[in-house]
């Protein structure tokens, strides 16, 4: 089919290219999703902040998305390198539960963090631990076609197998030879060499094992995400999403085992990473102390949605700062839109479609272009702002926008009126209070004459006069 006329940057090809779905009007969407060992910080909330902008926007263009997210909860090691402890065991170890309390809590809290930002349920939403046969099934087709080798710790996967394997992350394999201990797990015959399978270690009893056809044990991380997508997805997918990090080493060993294992290529279309939250020195500001999570976040009094709303001033191929500074200015930006969105709520009757066109494609061409939220952002504040466009206009494209934005225009609360304090105003203010309460008001009209030049409003309240700039 045609083009779509929409361009996403795609990691395999270093630029940004059509988007072509193998369906005229399906998407096949599959993201990485947690390791549910611990809850997971606002870093990797913008990798799903991310999907969901991209689910929604192809929703906005008619494409009916089919997303997977998986739950990893088996076989997510400490170190990239098939070495150290599984992150689940280490955390039930630790905690003195079970692997299954362990990952069920931190999947609902995963769940709970999404759902207030806004993010649509993915209509797939698998356990790694609940597909271990798809797992098995896969490895044995890979044993089948010659790809594996076996070791003391496990099952391992030959890259040197297969011709594409540094295409993805554009990797030097022999530069890897040289840098990177061979030896760290004893008979790897190569450092990029993944487990398919991981031996349990003699003695020793794991809470999450299970029987294969090549001894009990566990399977490698890498394998559920090629198992659970082929499952739900089919051999070939559109769009395949997570962090930058996870490009060089896991999504390289994803393609490696779903080309091989399915005999397809390309496995998937348009790869689309994003990148990193970055946290700078960590502490948000040495009175507001660290933070790390959605948690931590609402604690200081911050809504979800302006984290939201602070993840769409950035580009998702742009390493965005998280700092107090910023997020302050992203929750402001955010009351100011909810605020101008609700004034509008009260609006009726109709908008014009030709009014709001040129402004839904200026919209709609930001995110075409491999979705530029910054861009599109500028739009809805050009709407927002607007002294030319009737309230009905603003209203309607409001809320148009905010179908793909998912920062519920249409229903969030109003911020409470914010009044504000300076003390040559406030003295101006009561000045004139007392002029008015004299019968003065020839002085009362030219202070508030004086302040309104200044782009000074008086707003009369309960509690009295109060201030605030217009
Ligand atoms: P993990 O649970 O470690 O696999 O991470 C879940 C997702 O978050 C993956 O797609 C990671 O690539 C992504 N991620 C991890 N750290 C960050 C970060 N600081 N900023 C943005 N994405 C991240
Ligand atoms: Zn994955």
Redesign the pocket.
Known sequence: MGSSGIVFYNTRRKKKEPFRPIEPRRVRLYS?G??VYGP?HI??L??WLFSDLLKRFLISEGFSVTQVINI?DVGHLVSDGDEGEDKMELAARRSGESAEEIAARYTELWRQDRAALGCLEPEHNPRASEHIAEQIELGQKLEAGGYLYRIEDGIYFDVSLFPRYTELAGLDLEGQRDVQRIDAVKGKRHPADFAIWKFAEPGVKRLQEWDSPWGRGFPGWHLECSAMAVKYLGEKIDIHT?????ASVHHTNEVAQSECGFGVHPWVRHWMH?E??DFGGEKMSKSKGNVRTLSDLTGRGYDPMAFRYFFLQAHYRQQQNFNAEAMDAADTGYRRLVAVAAELRGVEGPGSEAVQAPFKQRFRAALADDLNAPRAMAVVWDVARSDTLSPADRRDLLLAFDEVLGLDLAHAKPPAQEYESDPRIDGLVAERQAARAGKDFATADRIRDELDAEGIGIVDTPEGPRWRRK
């Open positions: 990485c947690p390791t997971v870093g990797n913008r990798s990893t997570g962090g930058i990090d996870l994003n990193f939250l």
